[in-house]
T-cell receptor, first 114, second 113 residues
Framework: KQEVTQIPAALSVPEGENLVLNCSFT??????LQWFRQDPGKGLTSLLL?????REQTSGRLNASLDKSSGRSTLYIAASQPGDSATYLC?????????????FGKGTLLTVNP | NAGVTQTPKFHILKTGQSMTLQCAQD?????LSWYRQDPGMGLRRIHY???????DKGEVPDGYNVSRSNTEDFPLRLESAAPSQTSVYFC????????????FGPGTRLTVL
């Protein structure tokens, strides 16, 4: 059974700092990995999706890497801002086509202090 | 486009009562899923649908029913609510084929007393 772990559970940093969020998974036979952002009381917003054949994806100040063989992904946030404060979740997809399953981590609560 | 919409945003039920959580998407997505999010746990899928008329069970389907009569709507029904169904419920959509990006609705916070 796939298990997804996110460390740390919570992180507080001063504005402007670069930071890394970690996601690990137990079964490396994944189809892709997705990073989401969740603001309090809101739904999830997809940030980056990395296919199993890819090593990284970038969007603005965000960079996600994937090492499938070791079961790890990182989300790097450059020059953090107070607006980045949110919970960040990763999810791995197993199976292709219509019969897929997403397994989510419990998330990392990020606070960026002005 | 409104994306994925959910109603209601909040609701309180008594044990044994029934209700339907509404989900609608206007992106012509084929795949729709219902998830529940509980403190200290990752999101878990309840039911999903790959197209109108086709539904299937997710990892935690007990106590819930779904139907998909058209592409846009995917209601989740609780026939006899239990306190264990107190949770935040999210509907998510994904295009059939192409990108695997998931689009989530804003959620329904349900309390069962």
């Amino acid at each position: 059974k796939q298990e997804v772990t996110q460390i740390p559970a919570a992180l507080s940093v001063p504005e402007g700092e670069n930071l890394v969020l970690n996601c690990s998974f137990t079964d490396s036979a994944i189809y892709n990995l997705q990073w989401f952002r969740q603001d309090p009381g809101k739904g999830l917003t997809s940030l980056l999706l990395i296919q199993s054949s890819q090593r990284e994806q970038t969007s603005g100040r965000l960079n996600a890497s994937l090492d499938k063989s070791s079961g790890r992904s990182t989300l790097y946030i450059a020059a953090s801002q107070p607006g980045d404060s949110a919970t960040y979740l990763c999810a791995v997809k197993e199976g292709g086509g219509s019969n897929y399953k997403l397994t989510f981590g419990k998330g990392t609560l990020l606070t960026v202090n002005p | 486009n409104a994306g994925v919409t959910q109603t209601p945003k909040f609701h309180i039920l008594k044990t044994g009562q029934s209700m339907t959580l509404q989900c609608a998407q206007d992106m012509n997505h084929g795949y729709l899923s219902w998830y529940r999010q509980d403190p200290g746990m990752g999101l878990r899928r309840i039911h999903y649908s790959v197209a109108a008329g086709i539904t299937d069970k997710g990892e935690v389907p007990d106590g819930y029913n779904v139907s998909r009569s058209n592409t846009e709507d995917f209601p989740l029904r609780l026939e006899s609510a239990a306190p264990s169904q107190t949770s935040v419920y999210f509907c998510a959509s994904k295009a059939a084929g192409g990108t695997d990006t998931q689009y989530f609705g804003p959620g329904t916070r349900l309390t069962v007393l």
